[in-house]
T-cell receptor, first 114, second 114 residues
Framework: KAGVTQTPRYLIKTRGQQVTLSCSPISGHRSVSWYQQTPGQGLQFLFEYFSETQRNKGNFPGRFSGRQFSNSRSEMNVSTLELGDSALYLC?????????????FGSGTRLTVV | AQSVTQLDSQVPVFEEAPVELRCNYSSSVSVYLFWYVQYPNQGLQLLLKYLSGSTLVKGINGFEAEFNKSQTSFHLRKPSVHISDTAEYFCAVSEYSSASKIIFGSGTRLSIRP
């Protein structure tokens, strides 16, 4: 079966622009989580969605937002990009509607802000 | 809130030698524990997980981990490593009481010398 699909794989944006990243979970997985990975901060939790509702949010500024659609696909948006937003953004989906049993990750979107 | 500490940022080891990657966690409630592996330019892949039952958990690629509740540890071991095990390894924890997120350690980079 298909894994978690993230698009695009690579993205280069200019400071001040906004960006939208997409994630399609494994079929049947209704929980989708997003993480930011950087060399300095490691893996940091952004947010988690289940049935189109955000259930949990990490400590990121309001420039970071997300949503989930009725087919469980999710998008995250970053507005007014800063150089420090350069990172690998990882999406993960979970069976049984909870991350408690483990995630399946996508390959990530590498965002570079210049 | 839960937290995870990976005591070694880098572990060099010779091929066919045994390895142990250390992980300690902190939580005020019962937890689930995970080890993930990340190969270059890829997302994270689940190696193994402890949910309940036997404290010795076997995973993929010959890895195993032991849950020690009294020492709040979940160390990862492999009796004989191969060049292909070169990757970054992440310990992670989620709490029984929280259905929405997994917290990751800072990672241990395993480098295998021929």
């Amino acid at each position: 079966k298909a894994g978690v699909t993230q698009t695009p794989r690579y993205l280069i944006k200019t400071r001040g622009q906004q960006v939208t990243l997409s994630c399609s979970p494994i079929s049947g997985h209704r929980s989708v989580s997003w993480y930011q990975q950087t060399p300095g901060q490691g893996l940091q939790f952004l947010f988690e969605y289940f049935s189109e509702t955000q259930r949990n949010k990490g400590n990121f500024p309001g420039r970071f937002s997300g949503r989930q659609f009725s087919n469980s696909r999710s998008e995250m948006n970053v507005s007014t990009l800063e150089l420090g937003d350069s990172a690998l953004y990882l999406c993960a989906s979970s069976i049984y509607g909870t991350p408690n049993y483990g995630y399946t990750f996508g390959s990530g979107t590498r965002l570079t802000v210049v | 809130a839960q937290s995870v500490t990976q005591l070694d940022s880098q572990v060099p080891v010779f091929e066919e030698a045994p390895v142990e990657l250390r992980c300690n966690y902190s939580s005020s409630v019962s937890v689930y524990l995970f080890w993930y592996v990340q190969y270059p330019n890829q997302g994270l892949q689940l190696l193994l997980k402890y949910l309940s039952g036997s404290t010795l958990v076997k995973g993929i690629n010959g890895f195993e981990a032991e849950f020690n509740k009294s020492q709040t540890s979940f160390h990862l071991r492999k009796p004989s490593v191969h060049i292909s095990d070169t990757a970054e390894y992440f310990c992670a924890v989620s709490e029984y009481s929280s259905a929405s997120k997994i917290i990751f350690g800072s990672g241990t980079r395993l480098s295998i010398r021929p």
